[in-house]
């Protein structure tokens, strides 16, 4: 079956400008993760959701990042405001539910910030 | 605060020779390690999952063990070929589901 998809793959803004990056993962998992990978750095986790709701946001690094997910399936990521250190790139991954062991991640979204 | 760390930051070596990659963690506490592979402006493959309980997993080439009580674990690549080149991940997932992952390790496998 399908994986992870993630769109767009890559997204070039300018400083000050709002985006969207937006996930749609494997059909039934109930459990979704938003991670975001520096150049040279390990994925950091950002935020969890367990069906419609964010079970965890502890990884947003403030309130210009937001993320959605209304109907329990694709979810968004939003970023207000964009600066150039938010950079990076945006990984999304699904599992079955949160008691599951293995999570599946999507290629990814390419963020750049001019 | 779990952290992970990978050593060696990059390793360059000859087609055929056995690999060992480090991954260390500062808290014993986990649910289970995980070894992924990231080549270049893509996603992630995951390479084996070990569980807490256990002590090591096997696919194909690819070994993983775990020392929980230590802190560390190691993922051994038999019989390296160019196509292994890529860079390899460590991750543990804590109790709080999400995975925290180490910086990486990135492998060259030349001919």
């Known amino acids: 079956g399908a994986g992870v998809s993630q769109t767009p793959s890559n997204k070039v803004t300018e400083k000050g400008k709002y985006v969207e990056l937006r996930c749609d993962p494997i059909s039934g998992h109930t459990a979704l993760y938003w991670y975001r990978q520096s150049l040279g750095q390990g994925p950091e986790f950002l935020i969890y959701f367990q069906g419609t709701g964010a079970a965890d946001d502890s990884g947003l690094p403030n309130d210009r990042f937001f993320a959605v997910r209304p109907e329990g399936s694709v979810s968004t990521l939003k970023i207000q405001r964009t600066e150039r250190g938010d950079s990076a790139v945006y990984l999304c991954?699904?599992?079955?539910?949160?008691?599951?062991?293995?999570?599946?991640f999507g290629p990814g979204t390419r963020l750049t910030v001019l | 605060k779990q952290e992970v760390t990978q050593i060696p930051a990059a390793l360059s070596v000859p087609e055929g020779e056995n690999l060992v990659l480090n991954c260390s963690f500062t808290?014993?506490?986990?649910?289970?390690l995980q070894w992924f592979r990231q080549d270049p402006g893509k996603g992630l493959t995951s390479l084996l999952l070990?569980?807490?309980?256990?002590r090591e997993q096997t696919s194909g080439r690819l070994n993983a063990s775990l020392d929980k009580s230590s802190g560390r674990s190691t993922l051994y690549i038999a019989a390296s070929q160019p196509g292994d080149s890529a860079t390899y991940l460590c991750?543990?997932?804590?109790?709080?589901?999400?995975?925290?992952f180490g910086t990486g390790t990135r492998l060259q496998v030349f001919p």
């Open positions: 808290d014993s506490a986990i649910y289970n």
């Open positions: 991750a543990v997932r804590d109790h709080t589901d999400k995975l925290i």
């Open positions: 991954a699904s599992s079955p539910d949160r008691s599951y062991n293995e999570q599946f």
């Open positions: 070990i569980q807490s309980s256990q």
